[in-house]
Structure formats: C-alpha cells, structure tokens
C-alpha cells in the first residue's frame, strides 16, 4: 500500500528513511526478522555495508540465505587494469587478467608474444608483414610463406632472403 506524503513534508532526522537498504553485513542482510513477507519485495535493493556489495532480492520466501539474493555490484571499483605495465588485458576466466607473456609497447607500437602463436583465418593474406604500406612477406592459408618482391634490392644482411621483382633470390651469407 503506497503512502501520501503531505506537501512540503520535511525530514529532519539523519537516520534512513528505509533501513531495510543498508545492513552492516551479510548477516544483517540476511536476517529473516529484519526482511518479512510484509516488508520486502522482489527487486528491493539492499548495499551491504562491510563489503561494499550491492544485492536484489530476488526471492521474499527466502531472504534467510545466499539464494534469496543476487549480488549486482562486488564493490570493487574497476579502476586498476589487470597485469604490470605493457602488458595486454584479457579475459581469464571471467575475470581481467595479464600476462608478461603478451605485452605492447605504446611509445614504439612493439607487441611481443612470448611462447606459441597461433593465427587463424581464410584469406591469402592470413599472416601479413608490412613496413608502412609496403608488404614484406605473408603465410597464405596453405601455409605457404611468400616473399615479396624487391625493386630494388636492400642491403645484404647474413641469413637474410631477398626476392626481386625479375624472380631472382638472394641469400646473404
């Protein structure tokens, strides 16, 4: 049943005006005497103190234990990225998660991945090495590494594999 408050109603007291909204802990929270068949609903919001948690009632017939409650905020404030400096957030089981094992550079644009690498996709182009716009060399989806050619052809450097546009190959040594 609602309540008519009278115009120009006044409150003066410090106290909440609904007490059942905040309970010091969870036992406060899950006090039968405190929430009732009569004085609860589906849906009332309850912030527990201690913990910084925010719960629904989701079930008035058993606000006594955990199942009668759905916590909708864990308190925690998700301002602090998950991991050390460099390294790039994820998803680890539902929760953020970093590792030294994938990390980027902001200030050189450097990504390194420490351990196996693995790329999937369709396209010719699956794995692309560019500098700038320029192709370099790529994997095509047959696993097939393919180097670009050169019009001009780059300084010779030990181990290195060099294609020009003629065709020729170059191995430095």
């Given at each position: 049943?609602?309540?008519?408050?009278?115009?120009?109603?006044?409150?003066t007291?410090?106290?909440?005006?609904?007490?059942?909204?905040?309970?010091?802990?969870?036992?406060?929270?899950?006090?039968?005497?405190?929430?009732?068949?009569?004085?609860?609903?589906?849906?009332?919001?309850?912030?527990?103190?201690?913990?910084?948690?925010?719960?629904?009632?989701?079930?008035?017939?058993?606000?006594?234990?955990?199942?009668?409650?759905?916590?909708?905020?864990d308190?925690?404030?998700?301002?602090?990225?998950?991991?050390?400096?460099?390294?790039?957030?994820?998803?680890?089981?539902?929760?953020?998660?970093?590792?030294?094992?994938?990390?980027?550079?902001?200030?050189?644009?450097?990504?390194?991945?420490?351990?196996?690498?693995?790329?999937?996709?369709?396209?010719?182009?699956?794995?692309?090495?560019?500098?700038?716009?320029?192709?370099?060399?790529?994997?095509n989806?047959?696993?097939?590494?393919?180097?670009?050619?050169k019009?001009?052809?780059?300084?010779?450097?030990?181990?290195?594999?060099?294609?020009?546009?003629?065709?020729?190959?170059?191995?430095?040594?």
């Open positions: 049943m609602a309540v008519q408050v009278p115009s120009g109603f006044l409150v007291s410090t106290d909440p005006i609904d007490g059942r909204m905040i309970a010091a802990n969870a036992s406060a929270r899950k006090n039968a005497q405190r929430y009732t068949n009569y004085n609860s609903f589906v849906g009332l919001l309850v912030y527990q103190q201690d913990t910084n948690e925010l719960y629904s009632l989701v079930d008035k017939s058993n606000t006594g234990n955990d199942a009668g409650w759905q916590l909708l905020s308190g925690s404030t998700g301002s602090s990225a998950a991991g050390a400096n460099t390294q790039i957030q994820f998803n680890d089981n539902g929760g953020f998660g970093g590792s030294a094992r994938l990390t980027l550079d902001s200030s050189t644009g450097a990504t390194t991945v420490s351990g196996s690498l693995t790329i999937e996709g369709t396209n010719d182009g699956l794995f692309l090495i560019k500098k700038g716009t320029e192709e370099v060399a790529k994997v989806s047959d696993g097939v590494f393919i180097l670009t050619p019009s001009s052809l780059p300084t010779a450097v030990e181990g290195g594999l060099v294609i020009d546009n003629n065709g020729d190959f170059y191995v430095g040594v």
